[in-house]
């Protein structure tokens, strides 16, 4: 079973900047697009950012500007470059990869707070 593994979450003050990273356990065949989703205490887990195989990106408005998304095809790997946090970023960041089936990982824990 292939599972993906999330790194580089933490506590950051506001302000600051995390990169979140994320790869695969294994080889996954068919992907077409890696993202991020996070889920905030008491609301829906939503969309942060998305990448395509051809690098065409869409990104929430909350944090376009902030954060920029890049892949390595090739390692199958996913980053999320995140800068000038805020507070309403807190939350637990997934990754996932949409190929034959959906993947997603086990989440990690971004706390913005000063």
């Known amino acids: 079973q292939v599972q993906l593994v999330e790194s580089g979450g933490g506590l950051v003050q506001p302000g600051g900047s995390l990169r979140l990273s994320c790869a695969a356990s294994g080889s996954i065949f068919g992907i077409v697009a890696m993202g991020w989703y996070r889920q905030a205490p008491g609301k829906q887990r939503a969309l942060v950012a998305i990448?395509?195989?051809?690098?065409?990106?869409n990104y929430a408005d909350s944090v376009k500007g902030r954060f920029t998304i890049s892949r390595d095809n090739a390692k199958n790997t996913v980053n999320l470059q995140m800068n000038s946090l805020k507070p309403e970023d807190t939350a637990v960041y997934y990754c996932?990869?949409?190929?034959?089936?959906?993947?997603w990982g086990q989440g990690t824990q971004v706390t913005v707070s000063s």
């Open positions: 996932y990869f949409r190929a034959l089936k959906d993947y």
């Open positions: 990448i395509t195989t051809g690098r065409n990106t």
